[in-house]
């Protein structure tokens, strides 16, 4: 008769009060996880997620960028199959096999934050060549974990890296399917032996690149050479011979013992930047050749003493050397550098000559940002027909103050030369000759005041020059005539420039011309220009002209940059703005000067003529914006073809639907540094190419014109809006989150009717839902009591009206107990004998379930509960224990006895209701499961059964 009913545990008042807080905010954003990138947004250069930088410098054609709040799976459903990389920041989550199985073209996955990765999590990428996991390094308690086999299926992977994992917590194992891996980095493990990491190595038989960077190496043993020990069953000590490049950066490296590193004999490259490693223990370790060696920022200060490094070259066969930042003084020796070394990068040391024997059979040299005040690099070459075999000289940022005649007359084979960042105020006459085959020179940023005739002599093959940031007074006359091949020049100077007739020497190849003035005024002659081969024109100065707008080969120039202007005017037609007659232009990038003469702008009215206009990058007109004088609501009319629009200190507070009106084919959106007001509801709907929107460092004002942000971020998904959800807005001195602001402060009046339209009923559902539940027991048993005293006041006295002396509430399963242990013991001993009322054996046949119950319960002078398992997990006996419980309230007569038959924790009697409530407020009684406790259990009900018997009237 009784039923088996699994009871809700969570009480109603929580799921309700749950509801009333949840439901206003279902009309608010729904975050969304990943932003979804292309491979034209790296040419942007906007950095975007610090964790994921690796992902832009890859130059996927697809890639998705990923901060989790919700559970992964959900997140991996966005339907974009031709996702090639996959970047992740999350926590708490789990990897489980089939996380990214739609993704058939996946080549990459960076995984960033605190996961668990299950049994085979990868299976069925067959494309995936990279694998990163960095583990959450706020939170050193939870790292990246592993379940066995995690990396099966993974046979095609070539590149795995792992952070801020503790090595000994990763069982070798798991490496075992990585059959093709070719480069693994470890990172921040708690390294403290290399041994440690390539005795686990031996099922990697494709591996040829190790890092272990960032761990507690402090010394390198004997012991640590695995390849001289007798191989045994589960030996995988030769394997080891295929790594040919070993990264130990930001290790110690304190000590290298004799013949430790013997698995390593033949490096492609050693990195051992910012460790203490010493040159003398590197020669006995066992390695016998190093192409590429990195000592950088090296914690050692004599690594290199003099004349060192062209015999540690010469020792290891090294091609390539890196040695930034080591507290070199001198690298002169008094033999020349082996022939084999060709590559060395001695920058930010301390060197202050530069001299021919240690670089001479070198082709790169990089020596930048050192004191080097004299370059003595041909003075002892007597011969004019010898010549270096330098390329590439770097001598950037450093005391250079002369360049003497013939400086550099023994590298004729010289291509690049950087002498930029120097000191350099005078260049003597011919002190270029030799470099003949020089392509590029940098002389930016120096003192250059005036160059003669001669200066330049030598240079017919420079195809860039570069003499930006010097404050030129005089060119001589005809200055260029030697250099015939210039594709670019650079160049600035000190006064307005009213002519430029120094570019007929140069004009046959000239494609990109930069010219800056310190003073006011560049006047560009349309003559000049017309002989040109122009695509790419840079001009700042305060004032531009063009001197006849008519003649000036306009459709030339594809890109225009001008910077700190205020105007730039036709003198042919009279004052005309010049910007108008571009009419072939793709890109112009522009600023306005940020002086206070802003009194008018030249875009104003001409940016609508640049019919084939795709970027427009507008800086620092806040100004003529803020003074009205340049007209922004029709600012980027026209512009049909315009697919990038990045606006930086620009001071549009209001942007409008009509503003952006005809820009059907941008793609990118950016506004940086400004403050704005008011961005209009649907601004973007027009824009039907829109992927890319970037607020960046811009203050919102905190108001709810822009509350429509909310919805529309929600319900749109092509479109990118890069940390939105992190936007600040200003109110006062107060800086608050944008969207939190507006989900708070800014519900609409028809937003606000819905939310009531469909709160009320819900909040009446609710109501009565907890009535039901709370309520509705107590109505009903009044009802059932009623209807049982009137018909029990029918039949006999008040005095006689109980018919039995107990009423027993039990589950069907405890049934053997209640015939076999309690029936004998109160109705079979005594005296005094007891009466008892059971449903099996004593309800009415025919009547109506409750009304049994109610009647029963009410003939009993005692009801006795008997609480197993099953009894707290049956409706039935919940019910009458209910109907007892409210007759105690009822009559005011402690009448309901608690009985425990079996061993039940009491967290677990706490997941139901009213059984706790009464075992908190009241004494119970448990069975015993030996002899003695049982007596005792008996004496305990008969009595309690008697006392209350006498004292009945």
């Not at 090294?318 to 060709?342: G, N």
């Not at 703005?577 to 072939?584: D, E, H, L, N, Q």
Request: aromatic residues 12%.
């Amino acid at each position: 008769m009784k039923e088996n009913f699994s009871r809700v545990k969570m009480p109603s008042w929580f799921i309700c009060l749950f509801l009333l807080v949840l439901f206003p905010a279902l009309n608010a954003l729904v975050k969304k996880d990943c932003t979804i990138f292309r491979k034209d947004f790296n040419s942007l250069n906007v950095p975007y997620k610090s964790w994921c930088v690796d992902i832009q410098e890859r130059g996927f054609s697809v890639y998705a960028v990923c901060d989790i709040n919700q559970d992964l799976m959900k997140v991996m459903e966005m339907n974009i199959k031709d996702i090639q990389a996959i970047c992740l920041w999350g926590k708490a989550q789990t990897i489980q096999p089939g996380t990214f199985s739609h993704f058939i073209n996946l080549t990459a996955i960076y995984l960033v934050g605190n996961y668990h990765v299950m049994p085979g999590a990868f299976q069925g990428l067959r494309n995936l060549s990279l694998l990163w996991m960095e583990s959450h390094t706020r939170d050193k308690k939870s790292y990246i974990t592993f379940s066995s086999d995690p990396f099966l299926g993974l046979e095609t992977l070539k590149e795995l890296r792992i952070d801020y994992v503790p090595f000994s917590s990763i069982e070798y194992t798991i490496f075992k399917p990585l059959s093709q891996l070719e480069t693994l980095i470890l990172s921040v493990n708690n390294i403290t032996k290399l041994s440690q990491v390539t005795k686990e190595l031996g099922s990697l038989p494709s591996l040829k690149s190790l890092s272990v960077t960032y761990n507690n190496i402090e010394s390198i043993r004997k012991e640590d050479c695995l390849s001289r020990k007798q191989p045994t069953e589960n030996s995988t000590v030769y394997n080891m011979i295929n790594i040919t490049f070993l990264d130990l950066t930001r290790n110690p490296l304190v000590n290298i013992e004799e013949n430790s590193l013997c698995d390593f004999p033949y490096l492609t490259l050693l990195k051992a930047d910012e460790s203490y490693l010493k040159g003398g223990e590197l020669y006995q370790s066992g390695i016998q050749r190093i192409e590429i060696f990195s000592l950088q920022r090296a914690l050692h200060l004599n690594f290199f003493q003099r004349g060192n490094v062209c015999h540690f070259a010469s020792h290891f066969q090294v091609k390539e050397l890196l040695l930034t930042h080591d507290h070199i003084l001198d690298i002169s020796a008094t033999e020349l550098c082996p022939t084999s070394l060709k590559k060395l990068n001695i920058a930010e040391n301390s060197l202050s000559v530069l001299k021919t024997n240690a670089v001479w059979n070198l082709s790169e040299l990089s020596a930048s940002d050192n004191t080097i005040q004299n370059l003595e690099l041909c003075q002892t070459i007597l011969r004019s027909n010898t010549q270096s075999r330098l390329v590439s000289l770097n001598l950037a940022s450093n005391w250079i103050r002369t360049i003497h005649a013939k400086q550099f007359f023994c590298l004729g084979n010289l291509r690049i030369l950087f002498l930029n960042n120097n000191k350099i105020s005078e260049i003597h006459d011919f002190a270029f000759d030799g470099l003949g085959n020089l392509e590029l020179l940098n002389l930016e940023n120096n003192n250059i005041i005036l160059l003669d005739k001669d200066s330049l002599f030598g240079l017919i093959s420079v195809k860039q020059l570069s003499l930006g940031q010097n404050k030129i007074e005089k060119l001589a006359p005809k200055q260029f005539q030697y250099l015939r091949e210039l594709q670019e020049i650079k160049i600035s100077f000190a006064n307005s420039i009213d002519y430029i007739d120094w570019m007929d020497y140069i004009k046959d190849h000239l494609h990109i011309v930069s010219i800056k003035t310190f003073a006011d005024f560049i006047e560009m002659e349309a003559e000049v220009f017309n002989s040109l081969v122009l695509e790419n024109v840079e001009a700042e100065s305060f004032f531009l002209a063009i001197d006849d707008c008519t003649t000036f080969p306009f459709h030339k120039i594809k890109d225009l940059y001008v910077w700190n202007n205020a105007d730039f005017i036709c003198m042919e037609p009279c004052g005309a703005p010049a910007i108008k007659y571009f009419t072939s232009l793709q890109a112009l990038y522009y600023s306005s000067s940020l002086g206070e003469m802003a009194y008018k702008s030249p875009l104003n009215n001409t940016l609508h003529y640049l019919q084939h206009l795709e970027v427009l990058y507008l800086q620092d007109i806040n100004k003529v914006v803020q003074n009205t004088k340049l007209d922004v609501n029709s600012l980027f009319h026209g512009l049909q073809k315009l697919k990038m629009l990045r606006l930086k200190n620009a001071g549009i507070l209001y942007f409008t639907i009509a503003m952006l009106q005809d820009l059907t084919s941008l793609k990118t959106f950016i506004v940086e540094d400004q403050i704005i007001d008011e961005l209009q509801d649907g601004l973007f709907n027009n824009l039907p190419n829109l992927e890319y929107i970037y607020f960046k460092n811009v203050d919102f004002k905190c108001n709810c014109k822009l509350s429509w942000m909310n919805e529309w971020l929600a319900t749109t998904d092509h479109i990118q809006v890069f940390d939105f959800y992190t936007q600040d807005c200003v109110s006062g001195n107060l800086s608050l989150n944008l969207l939190q602001f507006l989900e708070e402060q800014c519900t609409s009046e028809t937003e606000f009717v819905i939310f009531l339209g469909t709160f009320l009923p819900t909040l009446f559902f609710l109501l009565a839902a907890i009535l039901y539940k709370n309520t509705w027991w107590r109505i009903l048993y009044l009802y059932y009591v009623c209807r049982a005293r009137l018909n029990y006041t029918k039949k006999k006295e008040i005095k006689n009206q109980y018919q039995y002396d107990v009423f027993i509430s039990y589950s069907s399963h405890d049934e053997w107990w209640v015939i076999n242990q309690l029936l004998p013991n109160l109705e079979e001993k005594g005296p005094p004998f007891f009466t008892v009322c059971l449903h099996s054996r004593d309800f009415e046949l025919g009547k109506y379930i409750m009304d049994n119950i109610m009647e029963s319960i009410n003939k009993s002078q005692f009801t006795i509960c008997l609480i197993t398992h099953h009894y707290l997990q049956s409706h039935w006996c919940s019910l009458e224990m209910q109907m007892a419980s409210y007759r105690l309230i009822a009559e005011n007569k402690n009448r309901l006895l608690l009985v425990i038959l079996e061993k039940i924790a009491l967290e677990e009697i706490y997941h139901y209701q009213k059984p706790a409530q009464l075992l908190q407020k009241k004494t119970y009684l448990e069975w015993a499961e030996y002899m003695m406790g049982q007596q005792l259990f008996w004496a305990k009900l008969r009595k309690t059964l008697g006392k209350f018997r006498e004292n009945d009237p």
